[in-house]
């Protein structure tokens, strides 16, 4: 009989989907990507039957496919300011507990970092305290709640993917619900609560200038830390209603902003800090070094026969940045599907011919489109410059 899906010895991919539940988390915190495949020598691999090939290659798309997390310096000062945060806030006394808004542009990597995190942190409580795991206590532990909103959301919603998350019937009015989810967070010792995509917190509707509250509300009344992340949380009612926006710039990836100076704060506002995540930038050594940091560590991962070693790194980092807009998720798509690539037509390796003929997000795409026309038109200027110069040599000379 066939082995059910997934059931081939190797695990499905729980990242494929958002957890929602304690145990979906569970999952998360316990796998392991799939590590790197073993691969016989060139001449073994060449004169394996193709079913044997094949096979070897599936792993290794596999492998490809789910290529390295790097802890990126954006990454590792989140990580900091997060375990920070948690411990200050551990035994603080109930009311206005400091949260963490991370606010950045799509894909950027706000939704892998805050769970990289969370993630390494519940392992470390794992190792610290295993008597808080214990069998007997499966489940009834649950240090970090990851809850990613969906739009419109509203007070109810936000609750009840708090109680389906913590396993809390769900029947009943907002405010047994509320009481319900406050008293589960309590008994379930949860320290730290994720809000992913805080904007869809839409605050034109009245429900979204609800769930602000309720933000609020929960910030005042959970014995938690809370971190959200979203896109464009500057100008979110959240931060302030109405108040001006501060002007944006990406020359630094996690810039604390000065305040607004506005006056019309929300009660949000007060508790929770604010820090952009940008993408990378190629302005000055540290950053090119940075993005070169992450390239090297996606490269160094990659189980090609004839990759050339740190090519991609040495050679290619700033068509890299040029083709991902200096975007972590354009990059490690890039990469990615190169790979994939260069398994299928046998190249074995990364080249930059492989990487032109694969065709990125919309958005990358375009940006990369606006690079070259600006290239050629400082080429075309350039040899127009230099035609110039000879002709008025020349009839200078005559
Ligand atoms: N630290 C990282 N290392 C490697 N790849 C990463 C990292 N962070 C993000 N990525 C890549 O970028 C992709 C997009 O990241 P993510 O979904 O976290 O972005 P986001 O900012 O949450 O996007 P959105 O605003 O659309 O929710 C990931 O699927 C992954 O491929
Ligand atoms: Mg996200």
Not at 67 to 87: C, D, G, K, M, N
Not at 128 to 142: I, K, N, T
Not at 267 to 279: D, H, I, K, N, V
Request: hydrophobic content about 35%.
């Amino acid at each position: 009989m066939a082995p059910p899906p997934g059931d081939d010895g190797e695990c499905l991919h729980p990242g494929l989907a958002e957890p929602r539940t304690k145990e979906d988390w569970f999952t998360y915190v316990f796998y392991d990507p799939p590590s790197r495949p073993l691969l016989p020598p060139y001449e073994v691999y060449l004169a394996m039957d193709d079913a044997e090939r094949r096979r070897l290659n599936r792993t290794r798309n596999r492998y490809h496919s789910a290529l390295v997390l790097a802890w990126t310096p954006a990454v590792q000062h989140f990580e900091t300011e997060i375990t920070e945060l948690l411990a200050a806030n551990e035994m603080a006394p109930p009311g206005a507990r400091l949260g963490l808004l991370i606010d950045g542009p799509p894909t950027v990597g706000k939704s892998t970092l805050v769970k990289m995190i969370a993630r390494k942190f519940e392992q470390e409580l794992r190792e610290d305290f295993p008597e808080r795991f214990a069998p007997e206590r499966l489940g009834s532990y649950v240090p970090v709640v990851y809850i990613s909103l969906t739009d419109q959301v509203t007070p109810k919603q936000i609750s009840l993917a708090i109680a389906r998350y913590l396993n809390v019937p769900t029947s009943g009015t907002k405010d047994i619900i509320d009481d319900r989810v406050l008293t589960a967070l309590t008994a379930s010792g949860t320290q730290l609560i994720i809000f992913d995509d805080l904007h869809f917190l839409d605050c034109a509707h009245k429900e979204g200038r609800a769930s602000n509250d309720h933000i609020k509300f929960l910030a005042n009344h959970a014995p938690c830390t809370i971190v959200g992340t979203g896109v464009d949380l500057e100008n979110s009612p959240l931060l302030s209603e109405g108040g001006p926006a501060v002007p944006r710039r990406r020359s630094d990836r996690t810039r604390t902003p000065a305040p607004t100076g506005s006056d019309a704060r929300t009660q949000t506002a007060g508790r929770f800090s604010r820090q952009e995540l940008a993408p990378f930038t190629l302005d000055n050594d540290d950053s090119i070094l940075q993005w070169v940091g992450v390239i090297r560590s996606l490269e160094s991962s990659l189980a090609l026969y004839q990759h050339e070693k740190e090519s991609l790194t040495r050679r290619h980092w700033r068509y890299l940045h040029e083709r991902t807009d200096g975007s972590i998720a354009g990059l490690h798509a890039l990469i990615r599907r190169s790979a994939v690539r260069a398994v299928q037509q046998g190249t074995e390796a990364i080249t930059q011919e492989i990487m032109d003929s694969i065709v990125l997000s919309y958005a990358h795409e375009r940006a990369y489109a606006k690079v070259t026309e600006l290239k050629s038109r400082q080429t075309t200027r350039a040899a127009k410059q230099k035609q110039d110069g000879k002709r008025a040599a020349a009839d200078g000379s005559a």
